[in-house]
């Protein structure tokens, strides 16, 4: 994740120790007193759960393939046992997902379960289950924050998601939230179909008083897995990263409290560094100590995010559904994620060693390390290849004809996709 509000306007939010090992932040002078809590590569990986498959949308790109259907899942106990089991790893966070994690009928035991052990639990949900009692029962269950999914104003929305009224539904559980004094915010995954409404999506968020967003990139995993059908170009990326700094900034000045994230994409922090070297140097480069402190992000995969999913495997992170480490059934989590007799897994946890191509000889390596691994397999067929998604030039990266000459000698150049490039 890159806290836009954090990162170019100097604020903070609750993730601040996750994303940058802080606990204060850039003060109203740009002064850093922050507090190393921890080295980035020793932290305990945030745990997405895929609590069931079941959905009761569509959505075009659900990374899950999920549908509304009855799957296989762990039972109610096997979960318990899993939630104690991640406890003692002394995980910092559960994300319950799905499919859609209220058709759980046991969802709210398993959300108790994962509080009373010093977890924090947290919700992603598409919303629309959600109504006045629904919102007390999570609250009362102890989850820190909920997560409600949008793609769009309206009509986009529920073209996205597959169903009339979705949009509407979505915000009906927004506002339940709100009353019941659960803390809430939206997610919204960038493409093709929403980009042109971006600043329509900022009005929209100051006008219904939602004080958190993250706008995630596309990862090409499951339904989301038609490569560049959906995706931003390289432009039109770098196009969205500006209105979402220039309106962040905008709800600053204003003295808004309202937390913008990007999330898949760790170059928009180096794209970030880019514009405030421009306005501040002295900013800048206490951005750049923050996200070299960050190694490619809280969320790195192997790193500082796990996936399980519905009956237990274990996979560097939700959008690799296709590979596993294990199963929960098998071995302990804690087991499986550290061992590095895994090829991949002991890659990702040393990804600076193992990455090829412009992302190892790129400049800002240490800031980014490589970004979505997935991606890079995805299209390339290779997990250390570039990351298709980085909009930074050749010369933005400090790539030279020598580079690039020797990149192509070592058999490490990989031409990113035109489609992007349009």
């Known amino acids: 994740m890159i806290d836009i509000g954090k990162l170019y306007c100097s604020g903070s939010s609750t993730g601040d120790g996750l994303r940058y090992g802080t ?47 009855k799957y296989d899942e762990l039972t109610t106990d096997q979960g318990l046992k899993l939630i104690d089991d991640l406890a003692a790893f002394s995980i910092p966070s559960l994300l319950f ?12 035991t398993l959300i108790e379960r994962a509080s009373n052990r010093n977890i924090r639990p947290v919700l992603s949900t598409n919303g629309t289950l959600i109504d006045r009692d629904k919102a007390h029962a999570i609250k009362d269950a102890g989850i820190v924050y909920v997560g409600i999914s949008l793609d769009g104003m309206e009509d986009v ?17 927004f506002e339940h939230c709100i009353a019941v004094g659960q803390r809430v915010g939206l997610r919204l995954t960038l493409t093709r179909r929403n980009f042109e409404d971006l600043h329509r ?3 929209f968020i100051e006008k219904e008083g939602i004080n958190r967003a993250c706008f995630y990139h596309l990862v090409y995993s499951g339904r989301g897995g038609n490569l560049f059908a959906d995706d931003l170009t390289y432009l039109q990326q770098r196009q969205a990263l500006d209105i979402i700094i220039e309106r962040t900034d905008d709800f600053f000045r204003r003295g808004l409290d309202i937390n913008i994230l990007t999330v898949d994409n760790h170059v928009d922090g180096v794209y970030l560094y880019r514009k405030l070297l421009q306005k501040d140097e002295q900013k800048a480069n206490q951005v750049k100590d923050l996200l070299t402190w960050n190694g490619g992000g809280a969320y790195s995969t192997g790193v500082g995010i796990a996936n399980i999913d519905f009956v237990g495997n274990v996979h560097p992170d939700q959008f690799w559904q296709d590979y596993t480490f294990g199963n929960v059934l098998e071995r302990n989590f804690a087991d499986i994620w550290m061992d590095e007799t895994d090829p991949l897994m002991k890659g990702l946890k040393h990804k600076a060693e193992y990455i ?3 992302c190892r000889v790129c400049q800002y390596k240490a ?11 995805r299209v390339f067929g290779d997990p250390w290849a570039p990351d298709p998604q980085c909009y930074l030039t050749d010369e933005e990266i400090g790539l030279t ?13 990989f031409e990113m996709p035109a489609e992007l490039k349009k």
């Open 23 to 69: 606990e204060a932040t850039v003060d109203a002078h740009g002064n850093l007193p922050h507090k190393r809590v921890e080295l980035a590569s020793q932290r305990r990986p945030i745990v997405v759960w895929n609590v069931t498959r079941t959905c009761n949308l569509n959505c075009v790109h659900c990374y899950t393939d999920s549908h509304n259907k």
């Open 157 to 173: 929305n529920d073209r996205f998601r597959g169903m009339d009224g979705a949009f509407k539904k979505a915000m009906k559980g």
């Open 356 to 358: 090829k191509g412009r």
């Open 201 to 203: 999506i900022f009005d």
């Open 97 to 108: 997902s799905g499919g859609e994690p209220l058709m759980r009928k046991d969802i709210f």
């Open 401 to 413: 004809d020598e580079t690039i000459t020797e990149l192509k000698s070592n058999g490490e150049y």
């Open 367 to 377: 800031m980014c390390n490589g970004s979505m691994r997935v991606r890079a397999y």
